[in-house]
């Protein structure tokens, strides 16, 4: 399944693009917002494609390679984007983006445990080359630290029974698949759980994943140079999806408004009712844009 940019007219609208723009696609993804960004800043511009997922890198190099424009693609995490984009000589853009939602082809055909519909090895690993899994954190981690991350980054109500039933679930075996875990989900929590529209392994999976990858601290650092590369007059586009990343983009906003940060929406834009129809995964996207004062 084709990822589908999600807001992409939204987020065009918010970012004012100009011909010979250059911009950052800080979550390159498949490439399905970097070919839209492509076709407004046109062949005198630059488009930066940055991704930490060397698997979704190619596919947006394979997406985007064959258009017109100038495009620079650069593996790594986008919190150190300010070393990276100084090594292809870049030391300033125009405009940014941050999707920080995951792709479709991440969760359906990575193959490193981030669906919980697949029964896959249980890593949830951005980088291949992570040292750090779900498994290992499953495996290690005592019941109050697993308590803990699945409150803090999943808003789990069921944190404490969850953490009790992978400690106790170890004991006998190791928690190395998806499919092992979302058993113990189950077990741990009533069975009205999961009986609702949202599966019960859902929270779980997201506060591991965010857990793995330390994922609220590359978007403090990442948004954090992306201002400082951002010319005076540029904006910035984030599109988040649950609440633990909107207090992490509001927080930004606010330490940054006193340095010539402004919001231009006063409100999240989030997706029409349309969108949400023809893209499930839309549902719960908001879009935050600010610009840098000249």
Avoid at 124 to 131: E, I, P, R, S
Avoid at 155 to 178: M, N, Y
Avoid at 201 to 228: C, H, M, P
């Amino acid at each position: 399944m084709r990822h589908i940019p999600v807001l992409l007219q939204e987020t065009l609208d918010g970012l004012k693009l100009r011909r010979g723009d250059s911009v950052l696609d800080a979550t390159s993804g498949s490439g399905g917002h970097g070919e839209a960004l492509l076709s407004h800043i046109g062949r005198s511009g630059t488009l930066i494609c940055l991704d930490q997922d060397e698997d979704a890198l190619a596919r947006s190099r394979l997406q985007l390679d064959p258009l017109p424009g100038t495009k620079k693609f650069v593996h790594g995490n986008f919190r150190d984007l300010a070393q990276l984009l100084s090594t292809e000589g870049i030391t300033e853009i125009d405009a940014a983006l941050f999707d920080l939602g995951m792709s479709s082809e991440q969760l359906e055909e990575s193959g490193r445990g981030f669906s919980f519909l697949k029964d896959e090895p249980l890593l949830m690993t951005m980088q291949k080359g992570a040292t750090l899994s779900a498994k290992d954190l499953l495996a290690t981690l005592s019941e109050s630290q697993l308590m803990d991350i699945l409150k803090s980054y999943g808003e789990e109500q069921f944190a404490q029974k969850i953490a009790h039933g992978i400690v106790t679930a170890r004991k006998e075996d190791p928690i190395e698949s998806t499919t092992a875990l979302v058993r113990i989900i189950k077990e741990s929590t009533p069975p009205w759980y999961s009986k609702r529209r949202i599966h019960p392994a859902t929270k779980s999976f997201q506060a591991l994943r965010i857990a793995v990858n330390d994922e609220y601290s590359a978007i403090d650092e990442g948004l954090e140079s992306a201002f400082t590369l951002l010319k005076p007059g540029g904006n910035i586009a984030v599109i988040s999806f649950h609440g633990g990343e909107v207090r992490h983009v509001k927080s930004f906003f606010r330490h940054f408004k006193e340095r010539s940060l402004t919001r231009v929406n006063k409100h999240a834009i989030k997706p029409s009712r349309t969108e949400m129809r023809e893209n499930p995964r839309a549902r719960s996207a908001q879009l935050f844009i600010f610009k840098k004062a000249i």
